[in-house]
């Protein structure tokens, strides 16, 4: 039966080369067998019989000539011959283009390893990954959160606190190998101690061996002749770990600390994970913070703010003196350098803010009122 192969790769008959090998790979991807849902046998067989001829110079001339008689045997559909052929006699049919190309022929297809072999990715891709080395089945111990609750002085100053956290942990009856105190640990007889074994994939493409994870010991090459009565020969199990945490000076709500390998313990020895410790900071009744400064408020009475005045303030690093000018208005700020949290990832402190609150009285007696009279009538 005749073929348009242009109208099956969907290119013009002025295509180029370039324009014919993409239009190839692109459909092949399309309907390469192993895809889901897209995958169809019968029109990958004919994009690749299409590609075999117009990807070739010369078959592609001979097609050409012979237009759309061209058909896979090599012959118009009149019996004529492409030029250089001596017909049927000659045994020259169109199987023979790949094998002539030095291409691979499987199940009555022929393939060019050089255009298909993106191509054939998605099969070889899955029978790498299970090709893994050995302890690939055995896995890194998880990671693990905690929260943890401090004092607002504890973050600006720091403090270390010691923690009961229930992971998993190496068995103390095994030491984590799996197997049971004096039982021997020996050669894996299913893989000869190599951790693979070789199994062999049936594809569309053909028979594909490929090595994998040894199932009897895991990759190991080596499994115990008693397993652990404690961990079941897993080398871990549930239990609690004491850990000590150090919290630096500065830290604040919400930031989380790091400590590498105290997560889950890894089976048979493999990498643990790591414990992240979510900080929650108390809030303070006298301070506010903000970054690396802290924020507070003073009240002081009406005749220091108008007067000035030297008062005691608080802060978290002990109390010290600071001046009222003269003057003053409610809700004035102060600034007291180096007086607020040390910087975490940092050199020095941050500053207190102090805000100044004037207090007015709701009770005077009759001198007081008297006096502020006298004032009011001055002006004041």
Same mark, same amino acid.
């Given at each position: 039966?005749?073929?348009?192969?242009?109208?099956?790769?969907?290119?013009?008959?002025?295509?180029?080369?370039?324009?014919?090998?993409?239009?190839?790979?692109?459909?092949?991807?399309?309907?390469?067998?192993?895809?889901?849902?897209?995958?169809?046998?019968?029109?990958?067989?004919?994009?690749?019989?299409?590609?075999?001829?117009?990807?070739?110079?010369?078959?592609?001339?001979?097609?050409?000539?012979?237009?759309?008689?061209?058909?896979?045997?090599?012959?118009?559909?009149?019996?004529?011959?492409?030029?250089?052929?001596?017909?049927?006699?000659?045994?020259?049919?169109?199987?023979?283009?790949?094998?002539?190309?030095?291409?691979?022929?499987?199940? $009555?297809?022929?393939?060019?390893?050089?255009?298909?072999?993106?191509? *054939? =990715?998605?099969?070889? #891709? %899955? +029978?790498?990954?299970? !090709?893994?080395?050995?302890?690939?089945?055995?896995?890194?111990?998880?990671?693990?959160?905690?929260?943890?609750?401090?004092?607002?002085?504890?973050?600006?100053?720091?403090?270390?606190?010691?923690?009961?956290?229930?992971?998993?942990?190496?068995?103390?009856?095994?030491?984590?190998?799996?197997?049971?105190?004096?039982?021997?640990?020996?050669?894996?007889?299913?893989?000869? $101690?190599?951790?693979?074994?070789?199994?062999?994939?049936?594809?569309? *493409? =053909?028979?594909?061996? #490929? %090595? +994998?994870?040894?199932? !009897?010991?895991?990759?190991?090459?080596?499994?115990?002749?008693?397993?652990?009565?404690?961990?079941?020969?897993?080398?871990?199990?549930?239990?609690?770990?004491?850990?000590?945490?150090?919290?630096?000076?500065?830290?604040?709500?919400?930031?989380?600390?790091?400590?590498?390998?105290?997560?889950?313990?890894?089976?048979?020895?493999?990498?643990?994970?790591?414990?992240?410790?979510?900080?929650?900071?108390?809030?303070?009744?006298?301070?506010?913070?903000? =970054?690396?400064?802290?924020?507070?408020?003073?009240?002081? !009475?009406?005749?220091?703010?108008?007067?000035?005045?030297?008062?005691?303030?608080?802060?978290?690093?002990?109390?010290?003196?600071?001046?009222?000018?003269?003057?003053?208005?409610?809700?004035?700020?102060?600034?007291?350098?180096?007086?607020?949290?040390?910087?975490?990832?940092?050199?020095?402190?941050?500053?207190?803010?102090?805000?100044?609150?004037?207090?007015?009285?709701?009770?005077?007696?009759?001198?007081?009122?008297?006096?502020?009279?006298?004032?009011?009538?001055?002006?004041?």
């Amino acid at each position: 039966m005749s073929k348009d192969y242009y109208k099956v790769l969907g290119v013009d008959k002025s295509a180029s080369p370039n324009e014919i090998k993409g239009a190839f790979r692109r459909l092949a991807h399309q309907y390469h067998p192993d895809k889901n849902g897209s995958g169809d046998e019968a029109k990958f067989k004919e994009i690749n019989e299409a590609y075999q001829v117009l990807g070739n110079t010369e078959r592609r001339k001979q097609y050409d000539q012979f237009g759309s008689t061209f058909d896979g045997s090599g012959f118009s559909a009149q019996g004529a011959a492409p030029a250089g052929g001596q017909g049927p006699a000659s045994g020259w049919n169109w199987s023979d283009f790949a094998n002539q190309a030095g291409g691979f022929r499987t199940s $009555g297809m022929n393939f060019d390893f050089e255009d298909l072999g993106d191509i *054939f =990715g998605d099969i070889f #891709s %899955n +029978t790498a990954r299970r !090709s893994s080395s050995r302890r690939t089945r055995y896995r890194k111990g998880s990671d693990i959160e905690a929260n943890l609750t401090i004092d607002f002085e504890e973050a600006v100053f720091g403090v270390e606190k010691v923690l009961d956290i229930n992971k998993t942990v190496v068995c103390e009856n095994c030491k984590g190998n799996g197997a049971e105190p004096g039982s021997k640990i020996e050669t894996c007889k299913n893989c000869g $101690g190599s951790g693979q074994v070789v199994t062999t994939q049936q594809t569309f *493409f =053909g028979a594909f061996r #490929s %090595n +994998t994870v040894c199932s !009897s010991c895991e990759g190991e090459g080596k499994v115990a002749s008693h397993k652990c009565g404690k961990c079941h020969g897993k080398g871990v199990l549930g239990g609690k770990e004491r850990v000590k945490i150090k919290i630096p000076a500065g830290i604040n709500n919400n930031e989380t600390i790091k400590l590498s390998g105290k997560g889950e313990a890894g089976e048979k020895g493999t990498v643990s994970g790591d414990l992240y410790i979510n900080i929650r900071v108390r809030s303070s009744m006298e301070f506010k913070r903000e =970054g690396y400064d802290i924020y507070s408020a003073k009240t002081i !009475s009406f005749s220091q703010a108008a007067l000035g005045d030297k008062i005691r303030v608080k802060t978290l690093h002990g109390e010290v003196n600071l001046k009222i000018p003269a003057g003053t208005k409610a809700g004035q700020e102060f600034k007291l350098r180096d007086k607020g949290v040390s910087k975490l990832r940092g050199r020095g402190r941050g500053d207190q803010l102090v805000k100044v609150e004037v207090e007015v009285p709701n009770h005077l007696n009759s001198r007081q009122k008297k006096l502020l009279e006298e004032l009011a009538s001055e002006g004041l």
